[in-house]
């Protein structure tokens, strides 16, 4: 069973930035293509970005586009994802996983609040 491992989280204020990394045990990244996703309260988890497997090209959501940029390092074996110009509406449990779909297990996630 991999473990997924998102951490970087915390309390920011709005215009400020935060840098969250994915780790996975079991298993390398490696050869897989890996997103990262947020789910504020009362809503559904929702797509933020992802990276093909070589970390090369990237996608992201129009609401983070310009802002956020994600990364990877399969010699470290982890997914970052810079979040700059946060917002408040950035607010959300934010989380890693494989795709295309169905993915690992999910893990905790790593909480992001973004103060006014």
């Known amino acids: 069973q991999v473990q997924l491992v998102e951490s970087g989280g915390g309390l920011v204020q709005a215009g400020g930035s935060l840098r969250l990394s994915c780790a996975a045990s079991?298993?390398?990244?490696?050869?897989?293509?890996m997103a990262w996703y947020r789910q504020a309260p009362g809503k559904e988890r929702e797509f933020v970005a992802s990276?093909?497997?070589?970390?090369?090209?990237?996608d992201y959501a129009d609401s983070v586009r310009g802002r956020f940029t994600i990364s990877r390092d399969n010699a470290k074996n982890t997914v970052d994802l810079q979040m700059n110009s946060l917002k408040v509406e950035d607010t959300a449990i934010y989380y890693c996983?494989?795709?295309?779909?169905?993915?690992?297990?999910w893990g905790q996630g790593t909480q992001v609040i973004v103060s006014s």
């Open positions: 990276t093909d497997w070589r970390g090369v090209y990237s």
């Open positions: 079991g298993r390398t990244f490696s050869g897989y293509s």
């Open positions: 996983n494989r795709i295309p779909g169905p993915g690992f297990k």
